[in-house]
């Protein structure tokens, strides 16, 4: 049997893909997930406004062995870097933890996961890269 308890919560103090939410707000989206998904949620740790700091995401993953997982307010809230993502994913499952994205309803429990959401990570980069104005 685990030791394991709950899954940590984790939002933003920056704009997530552009867009600002209010921390209460992030947080009822954090907790219905867990809710409906019936995971048991502990309090979320805050990132620090400043662009590409990472350092409570750190955080989070230094206690990843004494957790289920983690549970993003947004997926889009991960390093905008591949191989810092990957560093990421590879830490949660080896731990044998899983990644949630609560904005987008997706859990990140496998390898197979991990591909599908880097083709999101894609789709969007070329979306963004690629929009013309109307």
Known sequence: MSN???YRGYIASRPVRGQTWPQHVQNLV??????RNGLH????????AMGGCYMNLQTVLDEIE??????????????RRPERRRAVYERVLEAGAELH?????LPVR????????????????FAASSSVPG
């Open 41 to 48: 949620y502990l309090l979320s740790a805050t990132e620090y």
């Open 30 to 35: 954090v907790r219905d997930y867990a809710q």
């Open 66 to 79: 004494a957790v289920e997982g983690v549970i993003c307010f947004s997926l889009f809230m991960l390093p």
């Open 101 to 105: 994205g609560a904005l987008e309803n």
């Open 4 to 6: 394991r308890v709950g």
């Open 110 to 125: 496998s390898p197979e996961d991990v591909a599908r959401l880097e083709d999101v990570f894609m789709v969007d980069r």
